[in-house]
């Protein structure tokens, strides 16, 4: 299986983070990359990408990852492959093996698949961070016209609405058929932590180092300790590049009790306004 994967990137320093070079890699062990990159980079951090793609770009262009899907598609020779992911680095990982997960999502015998299905019955869509699409699809006219026609919109949201679930009406319309690996209902992919954890679910978001007042530390903490240590140092890198040591300890030392707390404060505040 010659795989090809698109890769969606984004960092608010313009920095090859360690995470991502981590996740490059395995990626790489699989097959070849082609990166889009919506920030600039300078020549000391571009330098760390030469040996991992076969190409890149790098420029603000503010249409998120569906708009570095578009530049990614429109650099990349698709001849010779069988399968082209679209991914990006909105989480961290993988926390577990990635080929037989691969293996699993080729073998369901649909058109696309991922490893996350959004089951929602109005707009059942796959999440757009992980997505792998057959030849019926990557060499149709349509889903070319159809990345082509990205633009920037006004709030991320709408590009979830536009693209992500646009993605799945598109398939529909053209009866090609998609599945994932895992169903999730709701914030599930953000909020239920622990329960993917203990089903080896190979990734983490990254709004979860933030997210609900810092709350979700020691889900985190517990999802990364069973990952390669390689994989948790990088991610633990990145966490104090960004947000600083001080915040990464507090994070992901909290105790049950500590983060039940934090969550009660975040739900006072999101109630009250203050």
């Given at each position: 299986m010659k795989r090809l994967f698109l890769f969606a990137f984004y960092d608010p320093q313009g920095v090859v983070g360690e995470s991502v070079l981590r996740y490059l890699e395995v990626l790489r062990a699989q097959g070849d990359i082609v990166l889009a990159a919506d920030c600039a980079l300078k020549p000391v951090e571009a330098e760390k990408l030469a040996p991992?793609?076969?190409?890149?770009?790098?420029?603000?262009?503010?249409?998120?990852?569906?708009?570095?899907?578009?530049?990614?598609?429109?650099?990349?020779?698709?001849?010779?492959?069988?399968?082209?992911?679209?991914?990006?680095?909105?989480?961290?990982?993988?926390?577990?093996?990635?080929?037989?997960?691969?293996?699993?999502?080729?073998?369901?015998?649909?058109?696309?698949?991922?490893?996350?299905?959004?089951?929602?019955?109005?707009?059942?869509?796959?999440?757009?961070?992980?997505?792998?699409?057959?030849?019926?699809?990557?060499?149709?006219?349509?889903?070319?016209?159809?990345?082509?026609?990205?633009?920037?919109?006004?709030?991320?949201?709408?590009?979830?609405?536009?693209?992500?679930?646009?993605?799945?009406?598109?398939?529909?319309a053209h009866s090609a058929s998609y599945a994932g690996l895992w169903e999730l209902p709701g914030k599930a992919i953000y909020n239920a932590i622990g329960r993917l954890s203990r089903q080896d679910f190979p990734f983490l978001k990254k709004s979860a180092f933030t997210r609900h007042g810092g709350s979700l530390g020691p889900a985190v903490a517990q999802a990364l300790s069973k990952a390669d240590p390689a994989i948790t140092e990088a991610v633990v890198a990145d966490l104090d590049r960004l947000y600083g040591k001080e915040y990464r300890r507090w994070f992901l030392a909290a105790t049950p009790l500590q983060a039940f707390g934090r969550y009660l404060r975040y739900l006072s505040v999101k109630l009250t306004g203050r």
């Open positions: 991992l793609v076969v190409s890149y770009t790098a420029s603000r262009h503010g249409e998120y990852d569906f708009g570095s899907y578009k530049r990614a598609f429109r650099q990349a020779d698709l001849s010779g492959y069988d399968v082209v992911y679209l991914v990006n680095d909105s989480v961290v990982g993988p926390l577990a093996p990635l080929e037989p997960l691969l293996q699993r999502m080729e073998a369901l015998g649909t058109d696309a698949f991922g490893l996350a299905l959004h089951p929602s019955r109005s707009e059942r869509h796959l999440q757009s961070w992980f997505i792998g699409l057959k030849p019926a699809v990557f060499r149709a006219s349509w889903f070319a016209e159809f990345l082509d026609g990205v633009e920037a919109v006004g709030r991320k949201e709408d590009v979830c609405i536009r693209y992500e679930n646009g993605l799945a009406r598109l398939l529909e």
